[in-house]
Nanobody
Framework: VQLQASGGGLVQSGGSLRLSCAAS?????????MYWHRQAPGTQRELVAT???????KYADSVKGRFTISRDNAKNTVYLQMNSLKPEDTAVYYC??????????????????WGQGTLVTVSS
């Protein structure tokens, strides 16, 4: 499984951005939970939002009411709509996905894959 994230950029405080992350690969059977994390300079990576395959969502307190995670299961893509952005939202945003795939030994394997990160910069 490979994840390709896009949509980062520079935006003014109060603005909006939409991040996308598409999963691809020939061996995976299903994509289960999908996530957005972020990491600001000098800080640890933090979980921003989670969405299950059924569409249930969870958010970090710092983004509740401003960010919305969604997914298109047909496209194996997860989105993060970010509104009312603040300078403290500046970070590299990483998507991740839990997957089930066929292993070379003929069994089923589970794992978590990460995207490459996309930079979001919010100016004051």
């Amino acid at each position: 499984v490979q994840l390709q994230a896009s949509g980062g950029g520079l935006v003014q405080s109060g603005g909006s951005l939409r991040l996308s992350c598409a999963a691809s690969g020939s061996s995976f059977i299903s994509i289960n939970d999908m996530y957005w994390h972020r990491q600001a300079p000098g800080t640890q990576r933090e979980l921003v939002a989670t969405i299950t395959s059924g569409g249930s969502t969870k958010y970090a307190d710092s983004v509740k009411g401003r960010f919305t995670i969604s997914r298109d299961n047909a496209k194996n893509t997860v989105y993060l709509q970010m509104n009312s952005l603040k300078p403290e939202d500046t970070a590299v945003y990483y998507c991740a996905a839990d997957y089930v795939e066929n292993s070379p030994t003929g069994t089923v394997a589970v794992g978590r894959e990460w995207g490459q990160g996309t930079l979001v910069t919010v100016s004051s």
